[in-house]
């Protein structure tokens, strides 16, 4: 049976590379898209989900929701356009842009629709997820479980030494999800930051026609990634990676352990993700405890990656 997925994204190149796995492949069922700011504005980040829809079949649409424009720290938010490109779309810009109606509760409907059976996948700015948790936590709860791309832990970040940038921009948000969150897991630059697809493997996928977007996208995304470190192999596909991790569990390495997020605004650590893995610690009962991946098989990635986006059986 197809995985039913709400996803909420911030749209930009690596979250449509998520959307363009999601709709060649046979394994997932997208029932909607929250559109959120982050990568690019709110608004613009509805408009490209509306040009993304052109490329997909019309068996496969869903509806788009319109998200977060802000973060809850109330600051103004930082667009990425060097790594994004304006619209996320790296150098296109779409010649028609969609109308951005108001229409945020229908995430409502849709929990409710496929109560118990829904799976939730966050790969941006987590604004929209935790105002589900603060308006409606009766219904978050008969979400079946939970996946979100965010978080360093105790690795590098990418956007200050220490943090992520879902974490990061809107540190309140990703606290009220680790903190009201139930059957949550994790994905963090841990793990996505290896997540490579390579020049090589961009060209072969394209080589293949089942879709002409990537390429464009990825050579953008890369140049920005190679220009930053020369030693890079290719385009680390952070939210793709996290919207297979549903389907292939198996692929990942989990710890089951306690997340805190640092919400002190401007300070050197805002947005850490900061967990404890001292072997000999004792969590007391009780503790909400959440599921991170610290590792993967690249291999597995891989031919599950290509297998889809070329149309051809890669193992
Ligand atoms: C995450 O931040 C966003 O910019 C990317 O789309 C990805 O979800 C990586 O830190
Ligand atoms: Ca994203």
Do not use: C
């Amino acid at each position: 049976m197809k995985k039913k997925i709400l996803l909420f994204a911030d749209v930009g190149i690596d979250d449509i590379v998520a959307l363009i796995y999601a709709y060649l492949s046979d394994d997932i069922e997208l029932v909607g898209v929250v559109a959120d700011y982050g990568n690019v504005p709110r608004e613009r980040a509805i408009q490209t989900a509306n040009y993304l829809m052109t490329y997909v079949p019309e068996e496969k649409r869903f509806p788009i929701i319109g998200g977060a424009q802000i973060p809850m720290t109330a600051e103004e938010p930082t667009f990425y356009p060097e790594i994004h490109g304006e619209y996320g779309l790296g150098p296109i810009i779409p010649e028609v842009l969609s109308d951005t109606t108001e229409n945020f509760f229908e995430i409502v409907n849709i929990i409710k629709q496929y109560d118990g059976e829904l799976t939730v996948v966050s790969i941006g700015r987590l604004t929209s997820l935790a105002s589900m948790y603060l308006l409606y936590p009766d219904l978050m709860d008969s979400v079946k479980d939970i996946y979100v791309m965010g978080g360093a832990f105790w690795v590098p970040g990418n956007v200050t030494a220490v943090s992520e940038a879902n974490f990061y921009s809107d540190p309140i948000a990703a606290r009220i999800v680790m903190n009201y969150a139930n059957n949550l897991t994790i994905i963090p630059l841990n793990v996505t930051d290896f997540a490579i697809v390579t020049p090589q493997m961009v060209d072969y996928i394209d080589s293949k026609g089942k879709t002409e977007l990537l390429k464009p996208l990825l050579d953008y995304y890369y140049a920005y990634y190679k220009e930053r470190n020369p030693e890079i192999q290719g385009s680390p596909v952070h939210d793709a990676i996290t919207l297979m991790a549903p389907l292939y569990e198996d692929m990942f390495t989990f710890k089951e352990l306690q997340v805190y997020i640092e919400t002190t605004e401007g300070h050197v650590n805002q947005g850490q993700s900061i967990t404890d893995i001292r072997p000999y610690i004792k969590f007391e009962n009780g503790v909400r405890k959440h599921r991170i991946a610290f590792g993967f098989d690249y291999k597995t990635f891989y031919n599950r990656f290509m297998t889809v986006m070329t149309g051809e059986a890669f193992d």
